[in-house]
């Protein structure tokens, strides 16, 4: 089993560390304080093929393979989990779900506008009552004659501030729990749905996540994504991929706080030495590292597996349980090792350890992952 990189794959992810060290991470501290969407940012993403990284190029995608994909995400996310967290979104949830369901009608109005950076999407599943339980889908698609009306309210819709279009999934009724599903391609200026505020965020700020009000929103059978009543699946589906990215995100921010701690322990003395001497934070530093790269060869194992497998689902669960927890951890070790000198707002430690936790919550809790993992273990797959 070879686990390097292949060399098309190490020169894409070394023009990424050139973007993300020149453009990214002069600007991370800023858009943690601001919460404010980078927009800018991640349109220079594009022009580098980043919000369209396994899309064909035929559709104005970069073409490349899974794997180039998560050493992108972890290259990004070790500068800005945000950033990181938007490209997630951005190819996983909403491109390639395109890509892989939509129409060719569809492709050419959405795809090659996402994938070039021209246009922002948002996946919108999320309710009050249909998070962890995402079939519990409130939001309604009634038709009336000729096509659907949207009523609900969705949640946490990431990228949505400045999304161009969503990802809307909508039940096709109130009393079938789990199935008759569907999703729509919902432009964001539809009459009838409204951005409404928020609340803020503790980690992974500016990722430009707000709530969508639909009222009666009219939208016609094209803008269906698969076939109606099978919404749920192209949701499953997407948030394979997705899992796959936020685990590579996860990464990024692990070894962001790994990076801080262990430059921090080399210039640091007391007793007249670094406390990179002490065993008790060589030990430390060891756990870091360690665990970051067991979950680092999960996260390659997931993304080499993706579309040469029908599924990859607990792998990638397996990749996000592995890669979030790591993370979360080598942020609290690193928190621990700066001690006085992260414990305060604005360190890099401290925006890490607040961006580490949310890697454990979206697109599925680590809760969820164990039951996927442990449903499979079960069985004997």
């Not at 749905?193 to 009000?213: E, I, K, Q």
């Not at 996000?320 to 360190?347: N, P, T, V, W």
């Amino acid at each position: 089993m070879f686990l390097e990189p292949t060399q098309a794959q190490t020169e894409f992810r070394e023009r990424v560390e050139a973007f993300a060290r020149e453009h990214v991470a002069p600007q991370a501290a800023a858009i943690d304080e601001r919460n404010e969407f980078p927009l800018a940012l991640v349109k220079q993403a594009g022009e580098l093929g980043l919000l369209g990284v396994t899309v064909a190029e035929v559709w104005g995608g970069a073409g490349r393979d899974y794997v180039a994909y998560a050493l992108a995400v972890e290259t990004v996310a070790r500068a800005s989990a945000t950033v990181g967290a938007i490209l997630t979104v951005q190819n996983s949830l909403v491109a390639e779900a395109i890509a892989e369901f939509g129409t060719d009608q569809q492709k050419d109005r959405w795809l090659r506008a996402l994938a070039t950076g021209r246009s922002i999407g948002a996946f919108a599943l999320s309710e009050e009552e249909a998070g962890s339980d995402a079939a519990n889908q409130q939001t309604l698609a009634t038709f009336d004659g000729e096509g659907y009306r949207l009523n609900g309210r969705k949640v946490w819709v990431a990228n949505a501030i400045a999304a161009d279009v969503a990802i809307v999934f909508a039940a096709n009724h109130s009393d079938v729990r789990g199935r008759e599903i569907s999703a729509f391609l919902v432009p964001l200026d539809s009459p009838g749905l409204v951005r409404t505020h928020r609340d803020d965020s503790l980690g992974v700020r500016g990722l430009g996540c707000v709530d969508l009000d639909l009222v009666d929103v009219a939208v016609d059978s094209s803008q269906m994504l698969g076939a109606a009543g099978q919404g749920f699946g192209v949701a499953r589906w997407a948030l394979e991929g997705g899992r796959i990215a936020i685990a590579a995100q996860a990464l990024g921010v692990g070894q962001a706080a790994v990076d801080e701690a262990l430059a921090y322990a080399r210039r640091r003395k007391t007793f007249g030495q670094p406390i990179a001497n002490y065993q008790a934070v060589q030990w430390m530093l060891a756990d870091m590292a360690t665990e970051l790269d067991a979950a680092r060869m999960l996260t390659y194992k997931a993304a080499a597996l993706k579309g040469r497998q029908a599924t990859v689902a607990t792998e990638a669960a397996m990749a996000k349980l592995a890669a979030s927890e790591a993370a979360h951890k080598a942020a609290d070790k690193a928190m621990q090792i700066l001690a006085s000198a992260g414990y305060r707002r604005g360190s890099t430690v401290e925006r890490l350890f607040r961006d580490s936790r949310a890697a454990e919550i979206y697109q599925g809790t680590s809760e969820v992952q164990r039951m996927i993992i442990a449903e499979a273990v079960v069985a004997g797959q």
